[in-house]
């Protein structure tokens, strides 16, 4: 490279120096001439005064020789002194002259110094010693004249070619010119072969090395990084071809890893690509600005029966009607402008092919990196099928729906009819009971009553149960004070316990301890514990009832000391009708009473164990959610006490009158009510028939039945609520429907007591009492 590079320099160079030469050559030579002319004409004038001096030497010689007078002596002495230096001075003119007029100055100036010293001096010294020495004068003047003739020649030569400066200065101005253009132009020359080889060498060494690397560089352009450049000869080259090629090996490594970055990318998005079009529900992407599909996959073109190219770039007011594409817009708006996912559980969609389908659909913003929305990212599940089934699911479940209230009914029906007649029996074999008889029929009066009696609870159990098993028995749980239930409860079982001298004993929880229940329902799981305690325990033995918080919890045990139950038959306990052996023993009871308390306390979202060890006793307990935060004052006490009053007795007459349209609960109710002499009993069969009769002579108390052949009691029951005649009547519903829905309604038309038939004749008889007791209701 250094070589490719010096060759034009130094041709440069010389092409420079041998114009500046040339310049200097001539500028010189014009210089020169100047000088010459100059002193050509100081050498003329210096001929001239050496030739004088010699001249003037030769005369004052000359005179002396022939006069001997010392006086022409002076300017030959003077001459003699001046002549050396102007001789001198004449050959010192040398390089201002050619080599002619040198050689000529140099003759003259040693004829001159030699003429000086050979000649004039010795006769002088001679003439001067001795004037009549007879010095041959005349020779000596000859010999004088002869030499410096001879020196005048030269002279004249000399002055001759003194006087013609000029031609041979320029003549030497002309050939040092010649000269100069001559190494110019060889200079030149020179220069240009130099030039010529330098081209060569630039195209070759330079700018074919240079050529060849631009060519790798468009090549590589065009996308081949494998191409690299040749080392090149020079240096210089070689290493800019080095360092291209070094460059160009960064940029094939660099280009191969994006390269291999672009395919992780590549395989990714494909990856991500094909979840995205196997998912099978249906995903599009929409452009947050314009609401234009940007994405779709494979289950949203199915979906919708539009190919992706059909899809992506249109809006919903591209494919659907516009109050759909109104409506999707919205949506689309409301999750953009919240930037909050938006749940669509049930959304129809007209699609192309399958017409109407039902889709879920969660549309969810997708912002960018500055929080503002860029994409609204949608996922529809096609649920036209599951919402198909569910409707069959409903239609079918509305059907079982309806066939378990057919169920529920019949039910309740049978045991309205089962009741009325029951009523009768139990009503009348408690009168008799109560009326006192021979010690002959007081036997069988007592296993009327108890026939009758289990029956009742056979029926009430068996309703319950069909109730709960087929949804029918609806609970109303709230807070209800443990501690009030379990006494009552306690008070109620107290006299059969006190037959077989079983020991009731209770740990109750703190006084403001409530659980979550349904007060009737837990009051009646209770009661079967407890009467369970004390049927299956041994004479004397033992209950105990234990309260025990668990976490959020409340337990009730009730432990006995009774047979107990063998492990494997543990979970029989529960199945309905099932008396694992109690049958074969004199133990009343229908082996329904587990099995319903069991579903009442899952009813309630409780629980029904059991531990047991047969001949020790029996656990039995029931977990209950705590009522948190209860106001005593606002809790249900379970206690239901009615009192008993015989002051009636002595009142005055008070009118009842009885709706009612079975003839055998007409009369025992009027048996019952001998017993209060004051009450006179007024009834009818119809419904509006007692309106009428308690409008135009309103009664003291009136018992309702609800089955009624015209009206139905709440019937009767809201015409006379809404009367101000007949509104402050007290009624008692006296009915076979044991449900207590219908009871909590009827209280809350306005009913004051709901006694269940078949009639306990004492609770009756309470609940008139309690009535009639009220302050103003009795007649004055
Ligand atoms: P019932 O008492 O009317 O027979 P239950 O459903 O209440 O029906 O009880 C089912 C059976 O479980 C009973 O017949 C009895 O054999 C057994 N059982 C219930 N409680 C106890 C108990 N505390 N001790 C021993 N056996 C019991």
């Known amino acids: 490279m250094a070589v490719r590079l010096l060759v034009p320099s130094v041709a440069l160079a010389v092409l420079l120096l041998s114009v500046f030469f040339a310049q200097r050559d001539a500028t010189s030579t014009l210089s020169q001439n100047v000088r010459a002319q100059a002193w050509a004409e100081q050498g003329v004038s210096r001929d001239y005064q050496s030739l004088t001096l010699l001249l003037d030497m030769e005369t004052g ?93 030269m002279y004249t ?21 010649g000269r100069a253009s001559g190494y110019e132009l ?66 094939r490594d660099g280009h191969e890893r994006l390269e291999d970055q672009a395919a992780d990318l590549r395989r990714s998005e494909a990856f991500l690509d094909s979840m995205l079009e196997h998912i099978p529900n249906m995903l599009f992407v929409k452009d947050a600005s314009d609401l234009r599909f940007v994405r779709f996959n494979r289950a949203g073109e199915q979906l919708l029966g539009y190919s992706r190219d059909e899809l992506i770039g249109k809006s919903v007011y591209d494919l659907f009607a516009a109050d759909e594409a109104d409506f999707f817009t919205t949506q689309d708006r409301d999750a953009l402008a919240s930037g909050l996912p938006l749940d669509i559980p049930e959304d129809p969609i007209r699609t192309r092919r399958d017409g109407v389908r039902y889709l879920h659909t969660k549309k969810i913003p997708v912002l960018d990196e500055r929080g503002e929305p860029q994409y609204l990212l949608g996922i529809s599940e096609d649920v036209t099928e599951r ?25 309740s029906r049978m045991s309205h009819e089962l009741r009325t007649p029951l009523t009768s029996i139990l009503g009348f074999g408690q009168l008799l009971e109560m009326d006192g008889v021979s010690e002959s029929q007081r036997e069988p009066i007592h296993y009327i009553l108890e026939s009758g009696r289990h029956l009742l609870q056979l029926i009430n159990e068996v309703l319950d149960i069909s109730r709960i098993e087929t949804g029918g028995l609806t609970i109303h749980p709230e807070p209800v004070a443990v501690r009030a239930l379990l006494r009552d409860v306690v008070a ?59 976490g959020p919890n409340l337990r009730i045990h009730v432990r006995d000391t009774g047979r107990g139950i063998p492990a494997d038959r543990l979970s029989e306990a529960f199945t309905p009708f099932e008396r694992l052996g109690a049958e074969h023993d004199d133990i009343e009871g229908t082996g329904l009473g587990l099995a319903l308390s069991d579903h009442l306390m899952e009813i309630m979202g409780g629980t029904l164990t059991v531990q047991s060890e047969p001949g020790v006793g029996s656990t039995f307990t029931a977990q209950l959610k705590l009522a948190a935060g209860v106001d005593q004052g606002d809790a249900v006490d ?31 109710v009027e048996r019952v009510l001998q017993r209060r002499p004051a009450i006179t009993v007024e009834a009818t069969g119809q419904g509006r028939l007692g309106i009428e009769l308690a409008r135009h002579d309103p009664p003291d108390v009136m018992v309702l039945d609800l089955h009624l052949p015209d009206l139905t009691g709440e019937q009767v029951l809201a015409a006379l609520r809404s009367d101000a005649r007949t509104e402050h009547i007290p009624v008692i519903i006296l009915t076979a429907d044991a449900s207590a829905d219908r009871a909590t309604r009827l209280r809350d038309l306005g009913a004051d007591a709901y006694l269940t038939k078949p009639l306990d004749v004492p609770r009756f008889l309470a609940a008139v009492d309690e009535l009639l007791l009220t302050g103003a209701l009795i007649p004055q």
């Not at 009737?520 to 309260?547: H, P, T």
């Not at 002051?647 to 009369?667: G, H, M």
């Open 61 to 153: 010689v000359r005179g002396f020789l022939l006069t001997h007078d010392r006086q022409f002596l002076e300017p030959w002495l003077s001459a003699r002194t001046a002549f050396p230096a102007s001789s001198s001075v004449l050959v010192g003119l040398e390089a201002h002259r050619g080599t002619v007029e040198l050689g000529l100055a140099k003759r003259i100036e040693s004829g001159g110094e030699s003429y000086i010293r050979d000649f004039a001096v010795p006769e002088i010294r001679a003439v001067e010693a001795n004037p009549r020495s007879g010095v041959s004068l005349a020779a000596a003047a000859v010999e004088g004249k002869r030499r410096v003739d001879a020196l005048r020649v």
């Open 157 to 177: 030569e000399l002055i001759k070619l003194d006087e013609q400066p000029a031609a041979p200065a320029e003549q030497r101005a002309q050939a040092a010119a």
């Open 186 to 251: 060889a200079g030149l020359a020179a220069a240009l072969v130099l030039l010529v080889v330098s081209a060569v060498y630039l195209r070759r060494g330079v700018l074919g090395p240079i050529r060849r690397v631009g060519n790798v560089a468009d090549e590589m352009a065009a996308g081949d990084l494998s191409v690299r450049v040749e080392p090149a000869s020079a240096a210089e080259l070689s290493r800019l071809a080095g360092s291209f090629n070094a460059m160009a090996d960064a940029l």
């Open 387 to 411: 919402k198909r089934a569910d409707e069959v699911v409903r239609e079918a479940r509305e059907q079982a729906e309806r066939a378990n209230r057919a169920k529920s009914e019949f039910l």
């Open 492 to 550: 109620i079982v107290a006299p059969i316990a006190a037959e077989r001298s079983v020991r009731v004993e209770t740990v109750p929880p703190e006084p403001d301890c409530h659980v979550m229940a349904d007060p009737q329902r837990l009051k009646q799981v209770l009661l079967n514990l407890l009467s369970n305690a004390i049927k299956y325990n041994r004479d004397a033995g033992e209950v105990m009832i234990v309260c025990e918080r668990a």
């Open 638 to 668: 379970g206690t239901v006490e009615i009192p008993k009053h015989d002051q009636l007795d002595a009142s005055p007459a008070v009118r009842l009158l009885y709706v009612e349209d079975d003839i055998a609960n007409i009369k025992l």
